[in-house]
């Protein structure tokens, strides 16, 4: 219970949201395949962000440094990752997500068609969630980032970089990694390519 102490009572509130969510897309998923449906994820990684990340963002975003603001103005603290093998199965879970008509989009950032300049893609969503405890309803907030196994390769590295301080040739890995991020993508869409040739025979 590293971050309790941080987060409070509202620790409950961000596990319970994760848990909420993914229990959510997991019936889903159960029930596309005894419907011999495509199941489009391989994965969902979890986490509530870390008290000393989530105080390092306050600090980047020029926010005080308190619970209000870790849960209001920033919308990261309940994160899931759900990762799928193909970029059409990533929009698909988009379109899944979408269909719970009780969330409400808070944001939505497309960096797969919109890419950031270091080669960052991924697909982010921010719901706001009614989570219903006894009968109240409490709004909490949970970002999902959604991208392929191979973005996720790209982008864990990418990420170790950052947060490492002294880095040699740091100009060199940002244009080797910036260059690997291209590659992926298009590797991404061959691979697309090439399990539809498969399906249709
Ligand atoms: P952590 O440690 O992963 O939690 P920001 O762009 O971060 O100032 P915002 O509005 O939350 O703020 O942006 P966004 O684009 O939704 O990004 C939120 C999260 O996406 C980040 O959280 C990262 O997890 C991931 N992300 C965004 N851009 C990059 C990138 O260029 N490289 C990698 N590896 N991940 C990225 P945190 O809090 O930055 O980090």
Request: aromatic content about 8%; proline content about 2%.
């Amino acid at each position: 219970m590293e971050n309790a102490s941080f987060y409070k009572d509202s620790i409950v509130l961000l596990d319970g949201v994760i848990e909420e969510i993914i229990a959510r897309i997991n019936v889903i998923r159960k029930y596309k395949k005894v419907h011999n449906d495509r199941d489009p994820i391989e994965y969902i990684l979890s986490r509530v962000k870390s008290e000393k990340s989530m105080k390092e963002k306050l600090e980047r975003k020029g926010l005080e440094v308190t619970l209000d603001n870790a849960l209001h103005k920033i919308y990261d603290a309940a994160g899931i990752r759900i990762i799928c093998a193909y970029i059409d199965d990533v929009y698909a879970v988009v379109d899944m997500l979408k269909q719970f008509s009780d969330l409400k989009i808070l944001h939505e950032k497309d960096y797969i068609k919109n890419p950031k300049e270091n080669g960052y893609r991924s697909f982010h969503i921010v719901f706001e969630v009614p989570l219903d405890i006894g009968g109240k309803i409490h709004p909490v907030n949970i970002e999902i980032q959604i991208r392929t196994i191979a973005m996720d390769f790209w982008s864990n590295l990418e990420h170790q970089m950052k947060y490492k301080k002294d880095i040699n040739n740091q100009s060199m890995i940002v244009s080797e990694l910036k260059n690997c991020a291209d590659e992926i993508a298009s590797i991404d869409i061959k691979m697309q390519t090439i399990r539809k040739m498969i399906e249709k025979g």
